[in-house]
Nanobody, 111 residues
């Protein structure tokens, strides 16, 4: 079993940046794919970005060029660097590894 804990959320103005972290309670070295999802109020949860063990990534069209996903296997941590944030990025962001989800961290983009 792997426990995941997100951190780094908060309130930021449009155009600002945040870096989310997802710390795992066990080694992530052997986990092939990890990802970030988000759920905005009144909307379904959606995929934001994924990263494989060898570093291959894919992104939702809405965040391409603005968000960067990465992972540090030595630290058992995955990251999501979010730049040029927009109000529509406001959501609870969740990380996932295997079948395990974190509890989420809230990102609010507002002036």
């Amino acid at each position: 079993q792997v426990q995941l804990a997100e951190s780094g959320g908060g309130v930021v103005q449009p155009g600002g940046s945040l870096r989310l972290s997802c710390a795992a309670s066990a080694s992530i070295f052997s986990i092939y794919r990890m990802g970030w999802y988000r759920q905005a109020p009144g909307k379904e949860r959606e995929l934001v970005a994924q990263i494989t063990r060898d570093g291959s990534t894919n992104y939702a069209d809405s965040v391409k060029g603005r968000f960067t996903i990465s992972r540090d296997n030595a630290k058992n941590t995955m990251y999501l660097q979010m730049n040029s944030l927009k109000p529509e990025d406001t959501a609870v962001y969740y990380c996932i590894a295997l079948a395990y989800w974190g509890k989420g961290t809230l990102v609010t983009v507002s002036s």
